[in-house]
């Protein structure tokens, strides 16, 4: 599986990003996809989580503000991200785990800046 995630750029603090990450091969095969991201200096953090049942789970800092979701007949998974604070800055990555074996996409440089 290859991972291809897009949409990071510039935003002003409240504005909203939609991130896309796009699976090459058996989209289906993937037991979970999910958004990490990593801020200069610190560690990489779990964003978002999906299962290939739907079923989701967030970090507590973006609860209620950020929405993991997947479409399965594009092979897509998104994350889409309102009231942005400039502590979201971070490089968003995607991530999919399948039979125990995580595979990792490019990242994509999120800025939460005015």
């Known amino acids: 599986v290859q991972l291809q995630a897009s949409g990071g750029g510039l935003v002003q603090p409240g504005g909203s990003l939609r991130l896309s990450c796009v699976a090459s091969?058996?989209?289906?095969?993937?037991?979970?996809m999910g958004w990490y991201r990593q801020a200069p200096g610190q560690q990489r953090e779990l964003v978002a989580l999906?299962?290939?049942?739907?079923?989701?789970n967030y970090r507590n800092s973006v609860k209620d503000r950020f929405t993991i979701s997947r479409d399965n007949a594009k092979s897509t998974v998104y994350l889409q991200m309102n009231s942005l604070k400039p502590e979201d800055t971070a490089v968003y990555s995607c991530?999919?785990?399948?039979?125990?074996?995580?595979?990792w996409g490019q990242g994509t440089l999120v800025t939460v800046s005015s």
């Open positions: 091969g058996n989209f289906f095969s993937i037991n979970y």
């Open positions: 999906i299962s290939n049942t739907g079923s989701t």
């Open positions: 991530n999919a785990l399948i039979k125990g074996t995580n595979y």
